[in-house]
């Protein structure tokens, strides 16, 4: 296919990600429009309650004060906040720059100029700018680069800058302040500067991808040096448990077989690796971050998408170590992961990173809010073993842990890290190729936008997913010429249907693909499986063993004690697996029974059979209940993996 | 019964714990003397090599010198050590009293005396004694009450003087220097005094156990202030995850419902709290302990008798949350439920609480240390997932978690807590009543000691336990008139048998009891099941569904990865329940397969056979060996429960 170009509207840079190689090339923002449904609901929420949210905790605890406190010459070493805390400002003003971006919302772009102003005052003449070190009375700069978190910070002030530089170009004075911040890190910690680098990785993202934004060489090949210089034992971590694994300073980035240690840290650092590896050209690179990326999912991955093991250093733990109840699947992790499959789906065209966004968006970053916007699940476990108490609206929570969603944690990563995700969901759901359009996550809306070709392809989607599995494309602009339309039907979705052009065909995990020239208000029809299936765990996983869970489409399902019957107990609940699952609505029943409460003086003996089965119910049905939405009804005890009547 | 008094010897009070009321006498260090076996071989270890071990790794890391220097005027803030450095001083002293007091070793007696004119010089004239707080630049006395351990390390002296008032007498130095500490603490958290507690207890057993030991009601009394005081929420656990429970400061002692939060804390309270209930006649308060005891060893225990399940705050987890990869049984935390224990037994005399001991003993205690007596475990969990590296024997480890035994810990309290445990193992395994004798743990040696009634009974026990089940009770010295000889049978034993009088009768786990007049020269022999049995957890333990453990006798069996054939993971092996195990000498064989290393890419899926057990190998035998001495052959992966062949 070769087609002349024609008039059509460059390509939106309006994206967090913007490979300079690969076949790939995401939507921006602008090019996909959703309309009511799951993640317009949530996108909606985002913009009218959670940005405002964070704003009002962070002025509040005085996060937001803490810059002008500097400029004033009045901070010192009683700021409050922990020292990472400037980075939750930044990410705020990255969720706003892509909020006025995607909307043009006046709203949006007058409280990011106002925090820009009192984030500008902060730095210091040589670009520096940070709140909690170098300034009266504070730990000098770089005094702690194991756990001081500032190159972390700045590596977010790069992102809020990306996301302003391509929603109002690179002469705002936000971007303004990340380049002088960045000429000072590189300046700092290129060749000639300190050979040090932070515990927590960030600022290799925030350079390579302010690099791509700006054009600006000199940091991609800061963000190189970064990743090189990781994993050489620099980082002794002798103020954590498990050591230079945490920061993952112990393996280079290219000899490691696993992600390991710390998980934020381990993902946020693959994530900058690959945009280092595809602006590189570094295929040893991208090849290792593939291999880290199967082995990690393979053995070290929750049935959510979740990644975390040990609520101890919030580490991923060894292969098979996946407790449901002790998982440590922290919002942040299931965002950095999103983050790095994103850039491998980028960089190779390959449908399994996709797939793994999915799972973890639905189950993952979709349970973390609550339905109003106002308060947060951090950690996210697949099982929480009793309810607890209702949170205090009134003070940051001091755990990260709870059956009940908080308005602000004491490290209140998470909220900020949602409202930039959610603000741009859709720079992460579709991507478009030379002579086509791929779409990679279903939600109503349209799309529309240039192919690689130059050529303009327009689409109207119509879907209830992932209630429902019938997902239209209505083709509301087609190009002259053949085009590729790939739909991506995902790897539970066995038995999926492409009705187009008056055929039907079946369409196998991987893409659906319509490979013709496409008419005017014509439909193609990709209908998707959502029936309750059981899903069983391999058989290494021990906490699991034993167990079955519950999904639907690329939902997975949990039972709540809120739904048993009175005076029963949620460890006491056993499934038959021969029995199919029931859907009601969005509901699921399950066949089971109720073990009864009492416990042997000893609870190992002999006899499989003396255990208290013996005194189990009769027939009760389990209702499980999406997983995103566990715990909207109050505190609740909750599993997703239930344990199968024997 | 009832017979005159004789002019017998007065029974001992060479014991740990000697309340003043109740029916059970713990027999003295002198009245149980070993012959070689199990434990008199670690016994000898521990006197040949762990007790001079300790003393240089402390005076090479400094800690004992800190006496030295707080006593000299040069210490400071930048004193080495943590800040409970103290009490491992103090433990080894309580150790080496017990030592000399046990065997007469004039060098421990030395070794003591010295470490005594150390310690004392430290000592303030009003009484305080630390070398963290309150000297040289130092933080002032008791500024940092929730995480100073200054009443703990302070317990820990007290503790050690109890050993040497009751081997040495009370006008010992070491004694004089304690007594003025609990004098200093009574003024100080008195009624009229602070009304803080310290965030680790220690300080109430070892005041409880001074005043029985010098007959001063005052610091029993302070005792039970300090049990009182807790629980009102004064520690509020900002610096810690779980918060108050961590200090067990949540709820009252008297109203708790379980054990939880920080285990060693949780069970060095507990025998604080019995010492008080027993000696204030506290029945409330003993009830609330025992009904906490049922409660944990129902749902919070290891099949070990390990207590802790989480890395996190080294703490017991939720109700039925014992992973036995991350379970964190704490050698501190085994000696602590031995201590809690003990203290139950002889206030109720209920044989389940001897049953945990000896659990405890042989597979938390026994496990700790290595052959050699100079290197230790210090979290005992259950399963290691990885085998690890070697330990570096310079240095301290700065881990609690390896496959290996370390020589030192940063934090190292498990090498002295088992020095003086095992120093003073006599004190926990024998009782005397008013017309008899009670054998709770079974080893080769004599025991002879008064009974109530004044009469002195002698006997000597012959066995190879735990390899074998005979015990033989040779009668060495009847004291005229019937006497009531108990022998404890374990719970795990059934099918025991006792021989006596020619007769042979089936006896039931609790105690065989002999209720008649004795005849020297005679035998009893009690004859223990000791053939390995297969054992299953509560389902409702998610961790260990599908899974069996092997155990002979008290010994807890484990599979150790350099027991399998080449190229084998042990994650993949699976056992056949249904061929019963076979003892080969101290090991065991089970009859299993192996699973293929190979994973797929995502380990959920439909259908139960899709696992990778389809291709698994063709018959294999598991070796296992005894859990106390997994890693003796080097680093090792290990499993105690082991996945059943589905």
């Not at 690179?170 to 040090?196: E, I, M």
């Not at 109503?444 to 992932?466: F, N, S």
């Not at 609870?603 to 049905?621: D, H, L, M, R, W």
Request: net charge negative.
């Amino acid at each position: 296919m070769n087609h002349p170009p024609e008039a059509a509207a460059p390509p939106s840079r309006m994206r967090p990600v913007d490979p300079a190689r690969g076949g790939h090339r995401p939507l921006g923002l602008d090019e996909y429009t959703l309309a009511p449904g799951f993640w317009e609901e949530r996108q909606r929420t985002n913009t009218d309650a959670t940005l405002a949210h964070c704003e009002e905790w962070m002025e509040r605890l005085g996060w937001l004060a803490n810059f002008d406190r500097v400029a004033e010459g009045t901070t010192g070493p009683d700021r409050p906040g922990w020292c990472f805390s400037d980075s939750e400002v930044y990410k705020l003003m990255e969720a706003l720059a892509w909020e006025h971006g995607r909307t043009g919302d006046p709203g949006a772009d007058t409280a990011l100029r106002r925090l820009t102003e009192r984030v500008a005052r902060a730095q210091d003449p040589d670009g520096y700018l940070n709140t909690c070190y170098g300034h009266g009375g504070q730990e000098p700069r770089y005094s702690d680069l194991e756990h001081g978190h500032e190159l972390y910070c700045t590596g977010h002030l790069l992102q809020a800058a990306v996301a302003r530089a391509r929603t109002a170009g690179p002469a705002d004075p936000l971007v303004q302040v990340a380049r002088r911040a960045a000429d000072h890190v590189c300046a700092a910690f290129g060749p000639d500067g300190s050979q040090g680098l932070c515990g927590h990785p960030e600022i290799e993202v925030g350079l390579a991808e302010l690099g791509r934004a700006l054009g600006e060489e000199r940091y991609l090949e800061q963000a190189r040096i970064f990743v090189e210089r990781r994993g050489h034992g620099t980082l002794r971590g002798e103020r954590v448990p498990s050591g230079s694994p945490y920061f993952q300073d112990d393996v280079p980035v290219r000899e490691a077989r696993a992600w390991r240690g710390h998980a934020v840290r381990a993902l946020y650092l693959a994530a900058g690796a690959a945009d280092v590896a595809v602006e590189t050209g570094d295929a040893g690179l991208l090849a290792a971050l593939e291999r880290q990326w199967e082995h990690t999912v393979a053995r070290r991955t929750h049935l959510t998408g979740g990644m975390g093991s040990r609520h101890q250093d919030e580490g991923f733990g060894e292969d098979w170590e996946l407790p449901a109840d002790r998982a440590y699947c922290e919002t942040c992790a299931g965002i950095a992961s999103v983050m790095v499959s994103w850039r491998l789906y980028l960089a190779t065209g390959d449908v399994r990173y996709a797939d793994l966004i999915e799972r973890t968006l639905f189950n993952v970053v979709a349970v973390s809010p609550s339905t109003d916007g106002r308060a947060f699940f951090y950690a996210n476990p697949l099982h929480q073993r009793t309810a607890g108490g209702a949170p205090d609206g009134e003070a940051p929570s001091p755990r990260a842990e709870s059956g009940v969603r908080a308005p602000w944690f004491d490290v209140s990563c998470c909220p900020t890290n949602l409202a930039r995700t959610l603000a741009s969901w859709q720079g992460y759901a579709a991507s478009a190729e030379e002579h086509g359009l791929t779409l990679l996550q279903y939600a109503a809306g349209t799309v529309r936008g240039p192919l690689g070709d130059g050529r303009t392809l327009g689409v109207e989607v119509a879907t209830g997913y992932p209630d429902d599995g019938l997902v239209t494309v209505r083709v509301t602009e087609p190009p002259p010429g053949p085009v590729v339309l790939r739909l991506r039907v995902p790897s539970w979705a066995r038995g999926a249907v492409l009705e187009e052009a008056g055929r039907t065909r079946e369409a196998a995990p991987g893409f659906a693909v319509v490979e013709r020239e496409l008419v005017r208000g014509e439909e193609i029809r990709l209908r998707l499986p959502v029936e309750p299936r059981l899903t069983r765990p391999d058989p290494r996983i021990d906490a699991l063993r034993g167990c079955v869970a519950v999904e639907r489409g690329p939902l997975v399902y949990c039972a709540e004690s809120v739904d048993l019957p009175a005076g029963a107990d949620l460890d006491g609940v056993v499934v038959d697996p021969t029995v199919p699952p029931v859907r009601d609505g969005d509901r699921v029943r399950l066949s089971g029974a109720v073990l009864p409460p009492d416990a042997a003086p000893w609870p190992y003996g002999a006899a499989p059979g003396q255990g208290p089965e013996q005194g189990k119910s009769g027939p009760v049905e389990a209702v499980l209940t999406p997983y995103h939405s566990w715990a909207e009804r109050g505190p609740t005890a909750m599993r997703v993996w239930l344990p199968v009547l024997s």
